[in-house]
């Protein structure tokens, strides 16, 4: 959404949200890991883990958000400014090893470009300790799966509050909600934000040219993990 404050940073409900972090505590394999929270913003699965004694690195590249993270980690996690959006931005990332770095929140679904996913699973493979993992949201099992079921389209919605806007040609769209509804604009208008649906096969493909490959999909948590090839 254009007005994006609160949805970037509750993506999920918080039973969804719990279901989450019980899934990527499931994947600790040793007792007070290492964990790198890219996208974190103000700490929505940060809190919880670092409260469960995990040593959190959460990165975002809106730095308003350091005092609501610290807040929400009682100040027991690290917060860093950053933006793996670009190349450079993916080699500037915390060095680790991690024993999980997570992409959740539908933080990869803000990344539009092939190029910049492949730069960026390289770099989380090579912040990745030997046993550990990778874990995004299942935005690109789920999201596909709502398109084919018609429970998404294009337009306004029949009760007016929501409205999407694909762009030509590529799987990404722009989602308006509430006072952002406008039946007059039917194109993204500057500065808004656009989500893109990857396919598996693009991630599959980021991920094997990284030597990483699928280690399962968690449905109840809404997640997918990835774990180094020769693990």
Same mark, same amino acid.
């Given at each position: ?5 609160e949805?970037?940073q509750?993506?999920y409900?918080?039973a ?6 019980? @899934?990527?505590?499931?994947? %600790? #394999? +040793?007792g007070?890991s290492? $964990?790198l929270d =890219? ?5 929505r ?5 670092s409260?469960a004694?995990h ?12 005092s ?22 993916c080699?500037?990332?915390?060095t ?8 959740? @929140?539908?933080?990869?679904? %803000? #990344? +539009?470009?092939p190029?910049? $996913?492949?730069? =960026?699973f390289?770099?989380?493979?090579e ?13 690109s099992?789920?999201?596909?799966a ?25 799987p ?12 007059d ?5 500057p ?10 096969a693009?991630?599959?493909d ?15 948590a ?5 774990v180094?090839?020769?693990?």
């Amino acid at each position: 959404m254009s007005g994006h404050s609160e949805s970037d940073q509750s993506p999920y409900d918080e039973a969804e949200t719990l279901a989450q972090v019980e @899934g990527v505590k499931g994947r %600790l #394999i +040793r007792g007070p890991s290492r $964990v790198l929270d =890219l996208g974190c913003g103000t700490g929505r699965i940060a809190q919880h883990l670092s409260r469960a004694g995990h040593a959190v690195t959460g990165v975002d590249r809106v730095s308003r958000h350091r005092s609501d993270f610290e807040g929400a980690t009682d100040a027991k996690a690290t917060f860093v400014v950053g933006d793996f959006s670009s190349a450079e931005g993916c080699r500037m990332l915390p060095t680790g090893p991690f024993d999980a770095i997570l992409l959740l @929140g539908n933080t990869l679904a %803000l #990344i +539009r470009e092939p190029r910049i $996913v492949r730069d =960026l699973f390289q770099a989380l493979a090579e912040r990745l300790d030997p046993e550990g993992v990778l874990v995004y949201d299942d935005f690109s099992i789920s999201s596909w799966a709502e398109l084919a079921s018609g429970n998404w389209g294009e337009g306004i919605s029949e009760d007016g509050t929501m409205q999407m806007i694909w762009i030509p040609g590529e799987p990404e769209f722009v989602l308006r909600s509430g006072a952002e509804v406008d039946p007059d604009c039917e194109e993204p208008r500057p500065g808004e934000r656009v989500l893109r649906i990857w396919s598996m096969a693009e991630l599959n493909d980021a991920a094997e040219l990284a030597g990483l490959t699928v280690g399962g999909h968690d449905p109840a948590a809404s997640m997918i993990v990835h774990v180094h090839a020769d693990h």
